[in-house]
């Protein structure tokens, strides 16, 4: 039996529109990102700089509800670092959680604003120590407004955007400079004053635990070596700052415990919580150490990144 030409002619318009179709849908059909090595491990680091900021946000949130609540908030702006910790903090989580390496603009803008209002901070409690009578002594800087808790909101700030870099630069530059060199700048500075800050209480407290000299003789170590490294590269010297590093985030968690124990002397113990937490030895303050620490540790692994890939050059 002879086909209908008619028939024919159909099917081959058919074919044809079938095939036509099938090429657009494949030319402009949406792709996702294409998940590369180097993308899924830029990604990784982004989220260790992002845990980094959420250690630093935490402590800012609670350290500075606790210090402006026993101030009363008498000044309206002791507020505002309260919300911006809190949104720094949340967008820290959600960038723990986004695995698809890349940089989003919200988040930008959260860690830009608590960097930004990490520095106001700094002003503000500056001013207070010097109006006060004798202005800049030992007194003041031991019961003033304490410099450490905006300069720690800068820095989770400060991380949380170099995390939103890595993650969007395959180059891994901030500035123009390497992102492993500039971040292992800031953690080993950030170290420096969480330091000074903690060798301050403690020069206040006397010193009367031994466990209080280790805040002040492991972290500054573990910040020298970083820093070493970063201008004098070597396996020795990078296998003994990646050790400083991990136990000062170690001794991040282990100084909550110090300073719980610390809690518990004080008169009436936990069962007065609601007044001894106010008195201290504060317990959002370790933390910080650990924060630091790891934003240390990815800015080595950043180190080592571009290392390997100078070399293979």
Known sequence: MRRVPAVDAQRTALASLQATATSLNKKYAPRAPARTPDREWRSNIGRKLDLSSALLSLSVLVDSGLDHYRGSFQNRWMYLPLGVSAAALAASLLGILDARGKSRVARDGLYGLAALTGAAGLGFHGYNIMKRPGGLSWLNLFYAAPVGAPAALLLAGILGRGAERVRDDEASTILG??????????????????????????????????????????????????????????????????LGLRLTALLGFAGVGFHAYGVSRNM??????????????????????????????????????????????
Do not use: C
């Open 177 to 242: 400079y390497p992102a492993g060199e500039v971040l292992g700048i800031i953690a080993s500075a950030g170290l420096a004053g969480t330091v000074a800050e903690a060798g301050l209480l403690h020069f206040r407290g006397a010193f009367q635990n031994p466990g209080m000299f280790l805040p002040v003789a492991v972290p500054p170590a573990a910040a020298g070596l970083l820093t070493t490294t970063l201008f004098r590269p070597g396996n020795i010297l990078r296998r003994a700052a990646k």
């Open 268 to 313: 009436g113990g936990w069962r007065n919580w609601s007044q001894n937490i106010l008195n201290g030895p504060p317990l959002p303050a370790p933390p910080s150490f650990t924060g630091l620490a790891l934003a240390g540790l990815a800015a080595l692994a950043l180190v080592e990144r571009n290392g390997k890939a100078s070399s293979h050059d």
